[in-house]
């Protein structure tokens, strides 16, 4: 793969990484009333705001050669779960489904961590 490709896909990972650890946080941060509603709305609108920068960096990614491919493709999940669970841990109309969003971003974070890191 070349030097671009990977490049690409690291951004997207950390930007993903990023995003999802301020949706935990923003989350956890409401459940226990550290933080405004409003607080916590910006919180998680900044996260949203990188994670389209990750996604844009995602989808400049050139045409892969087989090794980026592979490597977007193991990517892909993680991020298409990040999208869908920061959307609906920022609209959780219940603190069951806030601390599901905050558990679930927590696990999705692990994940791209451990992927940052066999991928560097």
Not at 13 to 41: C, I, K, N, S, Y
Not at 60 to 83: C, F, H, I
Request: charged share 25%.
């Amino acid at each position: 793969m070349g030097k671009t490709g990977r490049i690409a896909v690291a951004a997207a990972a950390v930007g993903l990484l990023w995003a999802g650890f301020a949706g935990r946080l923003a989350a956890e941060q409401r459940l226990d009333d550290r933080v405004t509603p409003a607080f916590a709305r910006t919180a998680f609108d900044n996260a949203t705001t990188v994670l389209a920068g990750a996604l844009t960096k995602f989808a400049r990614q050139g045409p892969p050669d087989a090794a980026a491919a592979a490597l977007r493709d193991e990517l892909s999940p993680l991020l298409t779960a990040t999208v869908s669970t920061l959307g609906d841990t920022a609209e959780a109309d219940s603190d069951t489904d806030l601390r599901a969003g905050a558990d679930r971003l927590g696990t999705l974070a692990r994940q791209l961590d451990d992927f940052i890191t066999a991928h560097r």
